[in-house]
């Protein structure tokens, strides 16, 4: 692995042990991790929308692939384990949910740029075959021909910038996403008196 960006050490702890950067997120409670309308049970439960943000704006600060962990200090609740455990859960449920929809999003791009594709050749092929049959000086000849080849290529257009422009930002957020579900998360605890 290629060693840490110098300003990665100044703006979060580094684990002696792995070298990788700890994101630290201070919470009162367990619950403080969750939407406060969401009460299903913690590996299903919805993320806070200020942690989904917070750890959205981490993952793109700190350059892939370098991995983190993510260490919860949590002051008011005592330690357990089966919380804990279920709030990992919850955690890593939410960024594989997303990291499926991202899936999802780019089978459904191909498809957009298949039918991108063939909308495209069939309308510079229908240019191409009317231009031969009618006549280019009347003006609905005209209007229809250009019509043909400007759909044509926007179409290509279209395809061309979804397989290519738009797919390096789904690809890399794929990998953020990845890398949040594989990250150590860790909690640790204020001592009370």
Known sequence: MKPIEPYLEHAFRIDPKTGAPVVEIA?????DLFNTL?????????????LKQFLRECSTWIPLPQPFAIEFKVSRDRRDDQREKEVVAGIRNYFAYLTQVIRTEVRLQRKKIAAFVALSFFFLTMTLVLGRLLDASRIF???????????????????LSIAFIRRLDVG???ARHDR??????????????
């Open 172 to 174: 890399a957020e794929l």
């Open 38 to 50: 969401d009460r299903a049970p913690y590996r299903r439960r919805d993320l806070s929308p200020d």
């Open 180 to 193: 949040l579900v594989r990250a150590d998360i860790l909690f640790t605890f204020e001592e009370r008196s």
């Open 141 to 159: 000849s005209a209007f229809l021909l250009n019509g043909l080849t400007v759909g044509g290529w926007v179409f290509m257009w279209e395809a």
């Open 27 to 31: 919470v009162e409670h367990y619950d």
